[in-house]
Every structure is written in C-alpha cells, then in structure tokens.
C-alpha cells in the first residue's frame, strides 16, 4: 500500500459502482445487444481501474467513464469490421403497428427504429436526449466538436420522425393556422365582392 | 422551463422515448458479475 489513508478514503474508484447503471445503458444503445453490453461494461471498470490515475478528481466521471466506454466499442467494432453496414444506418424496421391517431409511437416501435439508426446518432442521442448531457459535455465524452454532437442529435431525430412517420403536432396547428388565414382571407373578400 | 417551451411537440415526444428506453435499463438489477470484478480488482491492488 503506497497511498496514505486519506487517499484511500478519497479513492475516486470507489465511485464506479454508482454509474453502473448508466455505463450499462449506454453500452446498450451501442451494442443494441444485452450481453455485448455487459462485456462492454466490464472492459471499461478494468481499463478505468487502471488508469485512474488519467482522471482529474472534481472533474466528471460519467463522462470519463462514458469516453473510456465508447472508444473501446469504437475499437472493438474496428478490429471485428462486423458492424461496418450500420455507419450507413440499415433499413427501417419493420414497425408493428402504425403511430396511434394522435401521432404518438409506441415504445417497441420506437426502440425497434433507433436501434437501426448509425451509432454516432444513437450514442448522441442518448446522451443528450435520454440523460440530460449539455451539448458541451455530450461534445466532451465523444471527443468532438460540439457542432458535431448537434448535427447528429439533429439528424437522429429527423430520422426517427422519418422511421417513424411521425407528425408534428405544433407544425399541424401551424398548418391549420395558416389555413384558416387562407379560409378567413378568402371568405372576407368573398364578402367585399359579394 | 423556457427551453422546454420552445421545444417542438416532436422533438419532446422523441425525448420522452429515449428517457424510456434509459429508464428501462438503469432500472434493471446490476449483475453481480461487476461487483466481483471491482472487487478483484481491488484484491489485486492490495497484494501489490
């Protein structure tokens, strides 16, 4: 034991337990496969214990984690070049139901449509969408500019609402305001020539 | 609150999705297979 007692009190691994279950699911919007994941996870607790001593104390250690996390995926899925059709995204799922009247998507739809999306817009989405990561700390953890991070936030959605056949519900009021401007315009000069 | 506000109905409907699909795992029990590895590896640093 070369650290003192007050090190080992502090010893900031003794916080990796805590993000298990966030490492865990964002290992699965990776890997889309629940094993994988686990394997995943269990990687990164060995290559952070290892080099704990890279983390900055203070500083965010999900994110640190989540790094440590996705570039042994990124590594991974190189050196097996099994995964190299999903960079295009693959076809749409076949969905098992249509969208409910209202628009809305049923759950199964929607994880059955994200997991074909690329793995950049998945993990982007994921982070920034599902746990709440700014764009500058999403933008941090994937190791690119924060205008990367928003442009695949962005176009993971668009592709979401395209799988999905999604409809705005704002842009429909929209819509139906600006045909009720056409209907009203239309009818008050009906009126003026009548 | 005001971002929330801004937000398109599409936009929050997507996020809502995610939240769920998040939720759905981090609500599962962590294997026991992790808490033996930080354990492990906690061993193997004590008899360094």
Redesign the interface.
């Given at each position: 034991m070369n650290r003192n007692a007050a090190d080992a009190a502090s010893d900031p691994r003794d916080e990796i337990v805590d993000h298990l279950p966030a490492m865990r699911a964002f290992a699965l919007s990776l890997t889309r496969n629940g094993t994988a994941a686990d394997d995943l996870v269990q990687d990164t607790i060995v290559k952070a214990w290892k080099n704990i001593d890279k983390f900055s104390a203070g500083t965010n250690m999900r994110a640190w984690l989540f790094t440590i996390l996705r570039n042994t995926f990124y590594s991974d899925r190189r050196k097996s070049k099994r995964e190299v059709a999903d960079v295009d995204g693959a076809m749409a799922a076949t969905l098992s139901q249509k969208p409910d009247h209202d628009g809305r998507m049923a759950l199964a739809d929607f994880e059955a449509v994200f997991t074909e999306l690329p793995s950049e817009q998945r993990e982007a989405l994921m982070l920034v969408g599902a746990m709440g990561f700014s764009y500058e700390e999403a933008a941090e953890t994937c190791e690119v500019a924060v205008g990367t991070i928003k442009s695949r936030v962005n176009r993971g959605r668009l592709r979401l609402t395209e799988l999905l056949g999604l409809v705005d519900d704002e842009e429909l009021e929209l819509t139906d305001k600006s045909t009720m401007a056409v209907v009203n315009a239309t009818l008050t000069s009906k009126r003026h020539i009548a | 609150m005001e971002r929330e506000k801004t937000k398109?109905?599409?936009?929050r409907?997507?996020?809502e999705?995610?939240?769920?699909?998040?939720k759905k795992?981090?609500?599962?029990d962590?294997?026991d297979?992790?808490?033996e590895?930080?354990k492990q590896?906690k061993e193997q640093d004590?008899t360094k």
């Open positions: - | 398109s109905g599409l936009e409907q997507i996020e999705n995610l939240k769920k699909v998040y795992t981090i609500e599962e962590v294997p297979r992790f808490a590895l930080l590896l004590a």
